[in-house]
């Protein structure tokens, strides 16, 4: 019979060793968007809404791509993913044990296929800008158009970006 603790070991590592990858990210992002938000246009402590700062905006989204997407990031993502073939191995092993004849129908290896296919969109381009830098850049540009303190929405990216257990940026990329 399988062993479930090995599978389930297996996957808590790779889940582990991806999640334990992102705070370095974060610490990285957040630097290099306070170093931006330091351009932008201000009149009393507070950030105006010009087109200067709106410009900024599109640039800040760019680089948070550049910040996140890097080698080894995209390393992490491939290494999350060898847990999908280690996890089918243990199905088909599995059933081989109930069934001696047993070969795993051509559906459930296009859903393994789709699956990690829908997990490398979610966790590299695609989805570094819908979970990450989009929400962030949602976050400047609400700022920025209702004239905020420089200093809250300092503090704002901080909450946003550093926190794990709230619906912060991370909420979207962490795999569970």
Known sequence: MPDYNALIETIE???????????????????????QIKKFDTRNKRITNTVKNIRLLNTIKNRLKKIILTDAYKQEVKEFLKVFTDVSTFQNDYFKEAEKKFTPPKVVKEIKKQTITDTINRLTEAGIGVNVSDKIAELLKQNVTTGVKYSDLANQLREYILTTETPGVWQGMRVR
């Not at 060793?17 to 974060?26: E, M």
């Open 13 to 35: 590592k790779s889940i582990n060793g991806f999640n334990d990858s992102l705070p370095k990210i974060q610490k990285e992002i957040l630097s290099d968007v306070l170093d």
